[in-house]
């Protein structure tokens, strides 16, 4: 069990995200939220007695990062790889913990990569509703490893106006085949996604790294 991620809630309630691989299927990553209430106790009211684990299918490798609140429902990003795929995937829950059926499908939105191991990153949320999600994954023309931002909107589809189909490959200044390139967070300013990690880009030296992207991204090898 691994929490990456906390945000302060109405009535003083504290929401947990992160991945577990001890609850919903034993040996298979699953996301996980948790929420305590204003005394630091599990909110009986939330899930199964104030925890929540879900994956998308039985098979799927997931891994949950932190996760953003907005009017009672708790949307967190990750990744996983449905049929062996690799994918950025969100899961959004209701104010009970449910997954929240009008979102993607049964409350999950996928935006599928392909194949490559891909790296936790970190969930933002705009005001509009659009959630994006960052790792770090191979290039699929070089194996490199790259920044990779999925942008869905408020009903959990691929955002057809951010990137390709969705999806944002950033190349990151690195060192050798890219090992150390490690997608760390991600903030949104007047709009614009900040992608913060770190990379090897001067040898032997690990460094920080940093971009921000157009509000309306459409990739084309273009930063602001």
Not at 112 to 128: E, F, K, N, V, Y
Not at 159 to 166: A, M
Not at 172 to 189: K, T
Request: aromatic residues 6%; negative net charge; proline residues 4%.
């Amino acid at each position: 069990m691994l929490f990456r991620g906390v945000q302060h809630g109405e009535g003083d309630r504290i929401w947990l995200s992160g991945v577990t691989n001890a609850i919903e299927v034993s040996g298979v990553n699953s996301f996980l939220a948790a929420r305590l209430d204003q005394f630091g106790k599990l909110d009986a009211s939330f899930g199964n007695g104030g925890i929540v684990t879900a994956n998308l299918s039985q098979d799927s490798d997931d891994w949950g990062n932190n996760g953003v609140l907005d009017h009672g429902r708790w949307t967190i990003g990750g990744s996983c790889d449905p049929g062996g795929m690799a994918a950025l995937c969100f899961l959004r829950l209701d104010e009970a913990g449910v997954p929240d059926a009008g979102y993607g499908t049964n409350g999950w939105a996928v935006a599928m990569l392909g194949s490559g191991s891909l790296r936790p990153g970190s969930l933002a949320c705009q005001s509009d509703g659009k959630c994006l999600d960052l790792v770090a994954a191979p290039s699929p023309t070089t194996s490199l490893r790259q920044f990779v931002v999925a942008r869905v909107d408020g009903n959990g589809i691929p955002d057809s106006e951010f990137g390709t189909n969705g999806i944002a490959r950033i190349d990151v200044p690195i060192s050798g085949d890219g090992g150390h390139v490690m997608a760390r967070g991600m903030a949104i300013q007047g709009g614009r996604p900040i992608l913060v990690g770190s990379t090897d880009g001067v040898p032997s030296v690990n460094a920080l790294y940093a971009t921000r992207l157009d509000n309306e991204l459409i990739f084309s090898g273009h930063f602001d």
